[in-house]
């Protein structure tokens, strides 16, 4: 047997051909395949087509994959143009032998006519199962691995777009999947999405079909290591038995926004209720006025209570639990950043109405993405149409977050508590809701969400995405095995 096929998606870029050229040349390879929507001509050695509409298909990868005769399978695709720095295929190979690795992949070099830049990639963990995972352009498969994996889970779905998605979560479930931090090649991509549609792709409705898919493939991978709920294990809240001095407070933990926190404020005093409600603002020492601004509209407004922090180290999750441990926090506790904006005066309402209606312990809201100036910004209206009551707090899981704005009941968000960081803590706060509790759902925008230069949702380098990836994947991976904890109690006490 061989060492190496090399599975790569057809450009019509004319760097592919000299791309491929390049591989056969190398003499590194036993097997270049091409998969192409159409026959193309190859007068190449050991290179040939393979007809299918896409690489991620499940039937396109089985039929490769029948057809394999190496010991690995490289994988290359979303790229016109790679090339290996010198001993990147022993070195992919050796990791592969030595870690007993089912996946590989490596760091590598973004390419233009001008510059070559390191593009680092985060390291695989439990919970890195977002179907948009970033490996890079190619993938090194063991296809020992492949096979052992789907002789004992199953073979490939016979999805569409998930195809790729299904075979690396079934070979990652008793193999080890292994980062290289090293680049070790180069690539010239053709037109990224922008961060913004990659960010939202999930709430898209053209990919509605693309995400029924993941979400299915995605089921049945948790439910296989024993990490899937039930929905008939979700629990409603029952009648708390704390005092609180209104029914609803609306929580805005503010740094150095003088510009918005005016706005914000007043669009909650806008507010038309049947029950009291009042304003919790948590001012995390601004510098920029913002501070004066709140001391004049809590004289004016009792309603609005201005908490500042004794401790100067806190997140935004930090701030959420001043307030929530504060007197003045209500039964619930409801949403707002200090850059946004309630679209309606009925917003705090209707979530309180929802919360209530059904003993919710956390209700999301939809939202519209605007700029400054309060003008519709593409994607628009984000209302995450992709939660289902039966799946969603399973789905949960896979997506990069649930929307806003987010409500909850107060007597149990006090018994979790937010982490003490400005990025992820609502994510974490929500898997951990939705592993015990029913979480609901309000589809219609009720939110304006503003994006402008100086937010923490302007467009963020790699080193920061990449850490904002690698510590939501930490969430997922820690609230991954709690929920295979609660499997396995259920079992034990069954026995």
């Known amino acids: 047997m061989g060492a190496l096929t090399v599975v790569v998606s057809y450009s019509y870029n004319p760097l592919f051909n000299k791309m491929l050229s390049e591989f056969v040349e190398s003499g590194l390879f036993d097997c270049v395949k091409v998969v192409c929507d159409r026959p193309v001509e190859f007068q190449l050695p050991r290179c040939s087509y393979f007809v299918a509409d896409s690489l991620l298909s499940g039937q396109t990868l089985k039929e490769i994959l029948d057809g394999v005769k190496t010991e690995y399978l490289l994988l290359l695709h979303d790229a016109m143009y790679v090339s290996f720095e010198p001993k990147a295929i022993g070195r992919l190979i050796g990791t592969a032998v030595s870690s007993?690795?089912?996946?590989?992949?490596?760091?590598?070099?973004?390419?233009?006519?001008?510059?070559?830049?390191?593009?680092?990639?985060?390291?695989?963990?439990?919970?890195?199962?977002?179907?948009?995972?970033?490996?890079?352009?190619?993938?090194?498969?063991?296809?020992?691995?492949?096979?052992?994996?789907?002789?004992?889970?199953?073979?490939?779905?016979?999805?569409?777009?998930?195809?790729?998605?299904?075979?690396?979560?079934?070979?990652?479930?008793?193999?080890?999947?292994?980062?290289?931090?090293?680049?070790?090649?180069?690539?010239?991509?053709?037109?990224?999405?922008?961060?913004?549609?990659?960010?939202?792709?999930?709430?898209?409705?053209?990919?509605?079909?693309?995400?029924?898919?993941?979400?299915?493939?995605?089921?049945?991978?948790?439910?296989?290591?024993?990490?899937?709920?039930?929905?008939?294990?979700?629990?409603?809240?029952?009648?708390?038995?704390?005092?609180?001095?209104?029914?609803?407070?609306?929580?805005?933990?503010?740094?150095?926004?003088?510009?918005?926190?005016?706005?914000?404020?007043?669009?909650?005093?806008?507010?038309?209720?049947?029950?009291?409600?009042?304003?919790?603002?948590?001012?995390?020492?601004?510098?920029?006025?913002?501070?004066?601004?709140?001391?004049?509209?809590?004289?004016?407004?009792?309603?609005?209570?201005?908490?500042?922090?004794?401790?100067?180290?806190?997140?935004?999750?930090?701030?959420?639990?001043?307030?929530?441990?504060?007197?003045?926090?209500?039964?619930?506790?409801?949403?707002?950043?200090?850059?946004?904006?309630?679209?309606?005066?009925?917003?705090?309402?209707?979530?309180?109405?929802?919360?209530?209606?059904?003993?919710?312990?956390?209700?999301?809201?939809?939202?519209?993405?605007?700029?400054?100036?309060?003008?519709?910004?593409?994607?628009?209206?984000?209302?995450?149409?992709?939660?289902t009551d039966n799946n969603g707090h399973n789905n949960a899981l896979r997506i990069n977050g649930l929307g806003a704005p987010r409500a909850f009941d107060t007597t149990i968000i006090r018994n979790i508590g937010f982490l003490n960081v400005s990025y992820g803590e609502d994510y974490a706060a929500s898997l951990r809701i939705c592993r015990e509790y029913r979480i609901g759902r309000i589809f219609d925008s009720i939110y304006l969400c503003r994006r402008w230069e100086g937010n923490t949702d302007a467009v963020l380098s790699l080193e920061d995405t990449n850490r904002n990836n690698y510590f939501k994947d930490k969430i997922r991976t820690n609230e991954i095995i709690a929920r295979q904890a609660i499997k396995k109690g259920s079992t034990g006490r069954k026995g």
Not at 176 to 187: A, K, M, Q, R, T
Not at 350 to 364: E, H, K, S, W
Not at 370 to 386: A, C, K, Q, W
């Open 100 to 387: 007993g690795a089912g996946l590989v992949y490596s760091d590598f070099y973004d390419e233009t006519e001008k510059t070559k830049t390191v593009h680092p990639l985060n390291d695989y963990q439990i919970g890195s199962i977002r179907d948009d995972f970033d490996f890079g352009a190619m993938i090194l498969f063991s296809i020992k691995a492949i096979r052992n994996a789907l002789k004992k889970h199953g073979q490939i779905s016979p999805v569409v777009f998930a195809g790729l998605y299904d075979l690396r979560l079934k070979v990652s479930i008793d193999n080890p999947v292994y980062h290289i931090n090293e680049p070790l090649y180069s690539v010239i991509r053709d037109i990224e999405p922008s961060d913004e549609k990659r960010h939202f792709a999930y709430v898209d409705p053209k990919n509605i079909d693309v995400q029924k898919e993941m979400e299915a493939v995605f089921t049945d991978y948790l439910k296989k290591i024993e990490a899937y709920i039930p929905y008939e294990c979700l629990r409603e809240t029952n009648v708390s038995k704390d005092s609180f001095p209104v029914m609803a407070s609306v929580i805005i933990p503010v740094k150095n926004r003088k510009n918005t926190i005016n706005g914000a404020i007043k669009s909650v005093l806008s507010q038309k209720t049947d029950f009291p409600f009042n304003i919790i603002v948590v001012d995390n020492h601004s510098k920029d006025g913002t501070t004066s601004i709140l001391t004049r509209l809590t004289g004016q407004y009792p309603a609005v209570k201005h908490i500042i922090p004794a401790k100067t180290d806190l997140g935004i999750g930090g701030c959420w639990n001043e307030a929530l441990y504060s007197p003045f926090c209500g039964r619930y506790a409801v949403q707002l950043d200090s850059d946004d904006l309630y679209s309606s005066p009925h917003t705090l309402k209707r979530i309180i109405d929802t919360l209530q209606r059904d003993n919710y312990a956390m209700v999301i809201g939809s939202y519209t993405i605007v700029d400054f100036d309060l003008n519709v910004m593409p994607p628009g209206l984000i209302d995450h149409r992709e939660w």
